[in-house]
């Protein structure tokens, strides 16, 4: 049974930087396209960053580009989300998710951790 288990979110200081962790067990991380996504309260799930494992392509929301950065550790079935330069609009519950295709429609993705919080403040 695949899981995808997130770690890494807590609170930051506006400015500040976190760093998230996706472990896949069960899923071959390396055939698949895994992205981060975050939903805020009242607000529809978005996607954040997306990488596709096999070339190592990347793409990243207009609102966090140039401050955040995925990357996956390919011997530890893993994906990472550094964020850096944190807002408060960063606030919000951060999901890890693994499917087949390079897109940001949530629907897409088979396989979705249970989410890790991550809050900033002014």
């Known amino acids: 049974l695949a899981q995808l288990v997130e770690s890494g979110g807590g609170s930051a200081q506006a400015g500040g930087s976190l760093r998230l962790s996706c472990v896949a067990s069960?899923?071959?991380?390396?055939?698949?396209?895994m992205g981060w996504f975050r939903q805020a309260p009242g607000t529809e799930r978005e996607g954040v960053a997306l990488?596709?494992?096999?070339?190592?392509?990347?793409h990243y929301a207009d609102s966090v580009k140039g401050r955040f950065t995925i990357s996956p550790d390919h011997g530890k079935n893993t994906v990472y989300l550094q964020m850096n330069s944190l807002k408060p609009e960063d606030t919000a519950m951060y999901y890890c998710?693994?499917?087949?295709?390079?897109?940001?429609?949530?629907?897409?993705?088979?396989?979705w951790g249970q989410g890790t919080p991550v809050t900033v403040s002014s």
């Open positions: 069960g899923y071959f991380v390396n055939r698949a396209v």
């Open positions: 998710a693994g499917g087949p295709s390079f897109t940001f429609v949530p629907g897409s993705y088979t396989y």
């Open positions: 990488i596709r494992i096999r070339d190592d392509m990347t």
